[in-house]
């Protein structure tokens, strides 16, 4: 007997990623952002998609030339970054796995701290890389010397690490960066990927700022959670431009469609808006936070749009009964522990109350 289809040995019987998708009323489980963009940004994507759609029997601008300037603009607000040194694709999560199909492989050997992103060891899987990771200390931040050791026993090729990491929210400290930068040497590289880099709390610093001092550096950002453009699939990196030039080996051709190219763009030009919204996000964030341990909660500090909450004995049933009152959160880090992305006042007013209820009714 041969199994159908003939799949990979090491993908037998392997789930597809992906929180449930449930229709309730308050969706608070995927770090989206609860507000959608303003009639004057729709207005824009729609008439710059109808630009494009006029020449759509074109193949788009491979080097997506006009957008690389936007970002690498919209970047320098933090450091000083130019076209060349961009690149992006449908999504971080296209241009993470890029990344691992250049600079991993096998006989290559990728790092990262646990607990952190789900998705991570699935690039390595995919594309054939070893997959180590190593431990984070109690307040979920990265020991240095611990580091150093990783790096020296593993020789990674890529070292894979979120800022804020999620699922705990909590933000690199640069002299990790530097630590990383300096111990994988040329023979790797470092990717920060500052999803959620927009959300931080003022005075936590961007790996951006750092580029300038370390070659091997590459820092990924989205337009998925702070642009409210979950639904747009772009996400982009910065790095030297030699970085840049590497990724095009790997990627497929004419990967970034003229739709996406045009809606990413008008996007960009609303930049201020939408970032206005981010700073509403950050202060409910920390309400949230401050709402969380007032009720005797412990709440890994946060410099994302979600936190990580608890602790339970039965996390499950937490999460379930909150689901029964109509709040989708996320049953995902830490045994014991429960994520909450941040939604409007109202939602999280929702959720404060469906809370309160559920651990009333706790044994
Ligand atoms: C949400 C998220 C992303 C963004 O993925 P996209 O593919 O850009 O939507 C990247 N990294 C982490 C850690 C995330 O949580």
Redesign the pocket.
């Known amino acids: 007997m041969v199994d159908f289809p003939p799949l990979r040995e090491e993908l037998r019987g392997i789930a597809p990623y992906g929180a449930p998708q449930l229709d309730v009323p308050v969706q608070l489980n995927?770090?989206e952002n609860p507000y959608g963009p303003s009639p004057a940004c729709v207005d824009d994507i729609a008439s710059s998609v109808v630009e494009a759609a006029r020449t759509l029997n074109r193949y788009p601008d491979r080097e997506f030339v006009a957008l690389r300037a936007a970002l690498a603009d919209y970047l320098s607000r933090d450091a000083r970054v130019t076209p060349e040194m961009v690149w992006a694709a449908?999504?971080?999560?296209?241009?993470?796995l890029q990344l691992l199909q250049a600079f991993g492989g096998p006989g290559r050997t990728a790092v990262s701290f646990a607990p952190?992103?789900s998705?991570y060891p699935e690039y390595a899987r995919d594309t054939s890389t070893r997959w180590v990771t190593g431990r984070r200390e109690d307040d979920f931040s990265i020991d240095l010397e611990a580091a150093r050791v990783l790096v020296a026993e593993e020789r990674p090729s890529v070292v894979l690490l979120?800022s804020p990491?999620?699922p705990t929210g909590t933000a690199l400290a640069p002299e990790v960066v530097t630590t990383l930068c300096e111990a994988v040497g040329e023979s790797g590289v470092v990717v920060v990927?500052e999803?959620?880099g927009e959300f931080r709390r003022s005075g936590t610093p961007s790996a951006l700022e750092q580029l300038s001092a370390y070659r091997n550096l590459v820092v990924?950002r989205?337009?998925?959670?702070a642009f409210a453009g979950?639904g747009l699939?772009?996400?982009y990196l910065a790095a030297d431009p030699a970085i840049c030039d590497a990724i095009r080996v790997v990627r497929l051709p004419y990967h970034l469609s003229a739709v996406t190219q045009a809606a990413a763009l008008a996007a960009l030009r609303h930049a201020p808006e939408l970032l206005g919204k981010v700073d509403e996000l950050r202060a409910e964030r920390d309400r949230t936070v401050a709402w969380l341990r007032g009720e005797g909660f412990e709440v890994a500090d946060s410099d994302a749009n979600f936190c990580l909450f608890g602790t339970f004995g039965d996390r499950h049933a937490v999460w379930q009964g909150l689901l029964d009152r109509g709040v989708l959160i996320r049953e995902t880090g830490p045994d014991g522990w429960l994520r909450v992305s941040i939604g409007t006042a109202d939602e999280m007013a929702a959720f404060q109350d469906a809370l309160l209820h559920v651990m009333k009714e706790m044994p």
Do not use: F, H, W
Request: aromatic share 8%; glycine share 8%.
């Open positions: 995927v770090n449908n999504g971080s999560n296209e241009v993470m952190t992103y998705m979120p990491n999620n990927d999803a959620y990924t989205t337009m998925s959670k979950a699939r772009l996400g």
